[in-house]
C-alpha cells in the first residue's frame, strides 16, 4: 500500500486556498489534498471542482452522520464531484456506513476510499460515559467502532498513529490508517496533545498522515511538504 501525505487546507475562503496551492505549481506530483468543513462550506463544490482542476487528489473530510437512505444520496453527490476519499462518522451504525458506500460507487464501479471516524480526539472517556452513556474503555471503544467499518466495507479509519499498528491488528494490514496530529521535532504543537513525527508515524504504520499547519504555516509550505514526504514517503 503506498503512503502519501495530505496537506489540510484549513483556509476559510476560496481564495486564500488557491492562492496557497498556487506555490506548489512547480511540484512534479501535486499534493493530496483535504477539504474540510470549514472551506466546503464557504466555498462549496466549486472549490473541490478547482483543485481537482488543478490535479490534485482530494479528501472531503465532511464527517457524514444522518440516516442511511440520506446519507447514501449525499454520498452519491460527494461521489459525482471525483474526489478520492470521503468520510463519516462509524457511529451511524453498519446501516448507514454500507448505504454510504453504495451512494459512493459510481456508474463504472469505481468510488472513492471511504473513511470511518470513530470517537472524535474531543471525546473524553468521561464524557463518553457521562454524557453518551457508553461504559467500554475509549480503546476498546475505538476499536470496536473500526471492527464495525471494516466488516461494512469500508477502507479504513482517522485515527492518532500511536493506534496504527492495533488497528491494523484488529482490522488487518490493508485497512488504513489515516493519522493527524503531526508535527517535526522542533515545531510548536498547537493544540494537538499527543503528536507524532512523520518519521514516526511511518515507523507506526501509518498509511497516510494528515498535515495543516506543519506545512500551512511553515515559512516555506513546499519546503515543509517536501521533508514530510521524504521522511514519511522513503522507501
Ligand atoms: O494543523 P494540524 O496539523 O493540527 O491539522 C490537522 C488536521 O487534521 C485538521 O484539519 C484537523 O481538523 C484534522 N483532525 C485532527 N484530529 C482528528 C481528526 C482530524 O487533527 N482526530
Given amino acids: 500500500m503506498a503512503k502519501d501525505v495530505i496537506i489540510a487546507l484549513d483556509f476559510p475562503f476560496a481564495e486564500e486556498t488557491l492562492a496557497f496551492l498556487d506555490r506548489f505549481g512547480g511540484e512534479e506530483r501535486k499534493p493530496f489534498v483535504k477539504v474540510g468543513m470549514e472551506l466546503f462550506y464557504s466555498a462549496g463544490a466549486d472549490i473541490v471542482r478547482e483543485i481537482k482542476r488543478r490535479g490534485h487528489k482530494i479528501f472531503l473530510d465532511l464527517k457524514l452522520h444522518d440516516i442511511p437512505n440520506t446519507v447514501k444520496r449525499s454520498m452519491a453527490v460527494l461521489s459525482s464531484l471525483d474526489v478520492d476519499m470521503c468520510n463519516l462518522h462509524a457511529g451511524g ?3 448507514m456506513m454500507s448505504a454510504a458506500l453504495e451512494g459512493l460507487t459510481r456508474a463504472d464501479g469505481s468510488r472513492p476510499l471511504l473513511i470511518a471516524v470513530t470517537q472524535l480526539t474531543s ?4 464524557v463518553m460515559r457521562e454524557e453518551l452513556w457508553i461504559d467500554h474503555p475509549m480503546d476498546e471503544t475505538v476499536m470496536h467502532y473500526a471492527q464495525n467499518a471494516a466488516s461494512s466495507g469500508l477502507d479504513g479509519v482517522v485515527c492518532s498513529p ?3 499498528g492495533r488497528v491494523h491488528g484488529v482490522c488487518g494490514e490493508g485497512f488504513l490508517t489515516v493519522t493527524p496530529g503531526i508535527r ?4 510548536s504543537k498547537g493544540d494537538q496533545v499527543r503528536v507524532t513525527t512523520p518519521a514516526k508515524a511511518r515507523e507506526l ?9 506543519p506545512v500551512t504555516a511553515a515559512d516555506d509550505p513546499v519546503a515543509a511538504y517536501r521533508r514530510c514526504v521524504a521522511d514519511f514517503c522513503a522507501q
Avoid: N
Fill in 184 to 187: 517535526f521535532d522542533d515545531a
Fill in 123 to 126: 471525546t473524553s472517556e468521561e
Fill in 205 to 213: 504504520g501509518s498509511d497516510y498522515i494528515v498535515v495543516g499547519r
Fill in 162 to 164: 500511536l493506534e496504527a
Fill in 93 to 95: 451504525g453498519k446501516a
